[in-house]
């Protein structure tokens, strides 16, 4: 079991962060709930869009029971989804170190130059710079670099052919840590619209949606804004602070293409509303937003942490899953929602045996 994945057992089974001089709201252990570890979804749904949906008002709380292709009853013409159109690479190698024949696990995180990445490397104590490890029938190698931020390893490859081919060949999806087995289909942890190349895991609220339910949607009037953000293994870090206005937040690369601003910026103009698909889609628009709440075009990378108190510039409604007790995603629908409806309708969803994180269940906060 990796670091990470002991962490979130640990943040599964006790809730031993927080102090009573933290202001309440401001707690890490005031956005801890109780989950039984067999709700956590290990398969995602075969018919997308045959999932479970929860539906929560951020006025009163309440709380229906619907499926999720049932979301289109509760979008009007007029208003747009903004969608995160990332693509989860096969970024997980596993090789063997050249001198030693040691197996060793390489992650890609960014890809800094065409040959360049940076990366997770386990055993961080066997890859120490100059460390060359070789993958597969050897048509493709790595060196080690040089150490960078939070242990992070910068590493050459070389290979022959097209990297993308040889990456599908030899590479695995990286699942997040609390999946216990392999996935049969490795599609099934892409959108049906991902397009661009760079992410660590899948904006999974996206996971819900058809290319029929989409075009249903566009049909009723309603605009699909795609925005880029490469989701990023900070995703499943917990928090380590026990005051959340001290946690360092992640940072990701973000684009945002002028068609999506102007069709974000004329569906505010004309008084309607633009919900976004996952957490990922939100920290996009919130960060490409001015004060007065105009979304600009342009990539850019980002840090924002949205926990309760934020002022949201853009976002009017939010589709996602159900998030890890204590993590950055519940604190941003905290922000979004109010806490207590939060965790009123988690409360809920666990009793009403709702599937959750990943390949669970989605819930929509309007």
Known sequence: MTETETEIDNNLTDSSTGIDSVPFGYSTKDYWYDLPKELIAQDPCMQRDNCRLMTISRKTGAVEHRVFHDIIDYLQPGE????????????RLLGTKMDTGANVEILLLNRKTDDVWETLV???KKLRPG???????????????EVVDDGNRLVRFRYDGIWEEVLDRLGEMPLP????HKLQDPSLYNTVYAKYDGSAAAPTAGLHFTDELLERIQDKGVNLAYVTLHVGLGTFRPVKVDDVREHHMHTE?????PKAADLINRT????KRVICVGTTSCRTVESAADENGIVHEGADNTSIFIYPGYRFRVMDGLITNFHLPE???VMLVSAFAGRDHVLNAYAEAVKERYRFFSFGDACYFY
Do not use: C, M, Q
């Not at 747009?80 to 970024?91: E, G, H, Q, S, Y």
């Not at 060359?132 to 670099?145: C, H, I, K, N, Q």
């Not at 840590?177 to 216990?180: S, T």
């Open 80 to 91: 747009t989804l903004v969608l995160n159109n990332t693509k989860v690479i096969p970024a």
């Open 122 to 124: 386990r055993p961080g």
């Open 131 to 145: 460390a060359r490890v070789t993958f597969g029938d050897g048509s493709l190698t790595a060196e080690v670099l």
């Open 177 to 180: 840590p609390y999946i216990r």
């Open 253 to 257: 690369w973000y684009n945002v293409p």
């Open 268 to 271: 505010h103009a004309d008084g």
């Open 327 to 329: 993590s950055t995603l």
